[in-house]
């Protein structure tokens, strides 16, 4: 059982290490747990604590910290850098940004990208937070979030839309390399990228 046994918001996984894995998990109560897997299938709490004002919609892994993107006070405009430990001592690093709708975080390039609920998506550095460039969609009907992801070793960034359309952008030049359609006029707000 994870905090107070509510809503899970996201997850993350880290493979890392060969003698055990993470996995983060974040909750509508506002709760971060991490925890450990070992190679014999044992799990052992590493960390769990409480944001305050912060409910989390995305988690990543980045050595010993973790990135959380989130709604803050009620308004989704941050992410933050959760630095924990075993001692369950965390340092926070909240950075404003625009509304966050979903993320993808791509660390070898050091890149997020969010669902920037106005026009498309909007691509970050992860020690910055003036965007690098949007990448601009239909503005939505019923303002939703959209998932978003990277794919093709971050070359391409993909998104759910509005009236049945998956976009495609080439990372670099911010422009549209396909329009997928999918369903009969519904939205797509949850995509799933292979490889």
């Not at 937070?129 to 993909?158: L, Y």
């Amino acid at each position: 059982r994870l905090g107070a046994g509510l809503e899970v918001t996201c997850f993350a996984w880290d493979p890392s290490s060969p003698e055990s894995s993470h996995i983060a998990v974040g909750t509508c109560d506002h709760t971060i747990q991490v925890l450990s897997l070992s190679s014999s299938s044992q799990l052992q709490s590493v960390f769990a604590g409480r944001l305050d004002n912060t409910v989390p919609r995305a988690l990543c892994f980045s050595d010993n910290s973790l990135y959380v993107f989130g709604l803050y006070d009620g308004k989704p405009v941050c992410w933050l850098l959760l630095h924990y430990s075993v001692n369950d001592r965390i340092k926070l690093s909240i950075k404003d940004g625009a509304i966050i709708g979903s993320a993808a975080v791509y660390l070898k390039k050091g890149v997020f990208v969010i669902n920037n609920a106005t026009d498309g998506f909007t691509l970050y550095h992860l020690n910055g937070v003036d965007p690098i460039r949007t990448f601009v969609t239909d503005p939505p009907h019923i303002p939703v979030p959209k998932q978003v992801a990277f794919g093709e070793g971050s070359k391409v960034m993909i998104g759910g839309g509005n009236n049945r359309s998956i976009f495609v952008f080439d990372r670099h030049m911010g422009v549209p390399l396909a329009m997928l359609q999918h369903t009969h006029g519904a939205l797509v707000q949850t995509i799933r990228v292979s490889g």
